[in-house]
């Protein structure tokens, strides 16, 4: 069984830029799929950015400013969030799967066969 460990969450001001990781454990994802989710109390997880065998997929939301990589000999996936806005405050949640999903299914929670507990991010002055 896998276990996702998601770490670099914190308090940063508007503008301000953080650092997620996700350890993966038990299991390998080098080629399967990664990907980032977030939630904000009393809303439906939201996608935010996928790593995935055809390439990157990003949420419209935070095209431009969030980038994903992945190193897979160390079986961890990164979000590197930059020019944080105060809308981007929720808990982030890493997420994989070991089958390579395509851009239709990438943004599904439904198609993640892991979950990790989430790390807040909270963006305020």
């Known amino acids: 069984q896998a276990q996702l460990l998601e770490s670099g969450g914190g308090l940063v001001q508007p503008g301000g830029s953080l650092r997620l990781s996700c350890a993966a454990s038990g299991r390998t994802f080098s080629s399967g799929t990664m990907g980032w989710f977030r939630q904000t109390p009393g809303k439906e997880r939201e996608f935010v950015a996928g790593s995935r065998p055809g390439g990157m997929t990003y949420a419209d939301s935070v095209k431009g400013r969030f980038t994903i990589s992945r190193d897979n000999a160390k079986n961890t996936v990164y979000l590197q969030m930059n020019s944080l806005k105060p809308e981007d405050t929720a808990v982030y949640y890493c997420?994989?799967?070991?089958?390579?999903?395509?851009?239709?299914?990438?943004?599904?929670?439904?198609?993640?066969?892991?979950w990790g507990q989430g790390t807040q991010v909270t963006v305020s002055s």
């Open positions: 997420a994989a799967t070991r089958r390579g999903l395509i851009v239709s299914t990438v943004r599904r929670p439904a198609e993640y066969d892991y």
